[in-house]
């Protein structure tokens, strides 16, 4: 069946350190890929998304590029700040309605 | 305009009883799911609703059911009550397919 696998946590990195948290997927036909992100307390909130091959989503400095030959999709963010502080779900979705599959989420501290 | 709005925000429940939670769209949004995130983990589809009929179900038992209304908001009922039900469910409404706009949980604590 369909699944995504994150890269486990918890991380803790420095402020402005580079962050890469990796995603894979396994999906049959041609699934959309997405970063949700998850504050204390919160409910998820769309980071960013990649409905197609080579695609590359962004927002708020992070990015993640889908590859189907990898079928990898990892975030990353080039410089960290103490508000990234939260939970990272990587998730896929066959558009077949709002029917996600998630991964297990990763934890990210970020330290002054 | 208001986001996803889902109550009651905290229950706690006892084994064997029947719980209802309740989820409004946003408006305009014809599409909800529900999720179950057992904490520490990703949220798991529960069921998806698209104008009032099911369009998918998760690997869930017969305890959980739910429905969608004429307005579209929906309701998710599980029966039965299991400790191992205690997580975070979690209502996500759309136009249909793509982007999906989750609300802040109802937490439900089975003792």
């Known amino acids: 069946g369909d699944s995504v696998t994150q890269m486990e946590g918890p991380v803790t990195l420095s402020e402005e350190a580079f962050l890469t948290i990796n995603c894979t997927y396994t999906?049959?036909?041609?699934?959309?890929l997405f970063w949700y992100v998850q504050y204390p307390g919160e409910g998820l909130q769309l980071l960013l998304k990649?409905?197609?091959?080579?695609d590359k989503g962004s927002n708020k400095g992070f990015e993640a590029t889908y590859r189907k030959e990898t079928t990898s999709f990892h975030l990353e963010k080039g410089s960290v700040q103490v508000s990234d502080s939260a939970v990272y779900f990587c998730a896929l979705s066959k558009n077949t309605g709002n029917q996600f599959y998630f991964g297990t989420g990763t934890s990210l501290t970020v330290i002054p | 305009d208001a986001g996803v709005t889902q109550s009651p925000t905290h229950l706690i429940k006892t084994r064997g009883q029947q719980v209802t939670l309740r989820c409004s769209p946003i408006s305009g949004h014809k599409s909800v799911s529900w999720y179950q995130q057992v904490l520490g983990q990703g949220p798991q589809f529960i069921f998806q609703y698209y104008e009032k009929e099911e369009r998918g179900r998760g690997n869930f038992p017969d305890r959980f059911s739910a429905r969608q209304f004429p307005n579209y908001s929906s309701e998710l009922n599980v029966n039965a009550l299991l400790l191992g039900d205690s997580a975070l469910y979690l209502c996500?409404?759309?136009?249909?397919?793509?982007?999906?706009?989750f609300g802040q949980g109802t937490r439900l604590t089975v003792v």
């Open positions: 990649a409905t197609k091959a080579d």
């Open positions: 996500a409404s759309s136009l249909g397919t793509g982007e999906a706009f």
């Open positions: 999906a049959t036909g041609y699934p959309s």
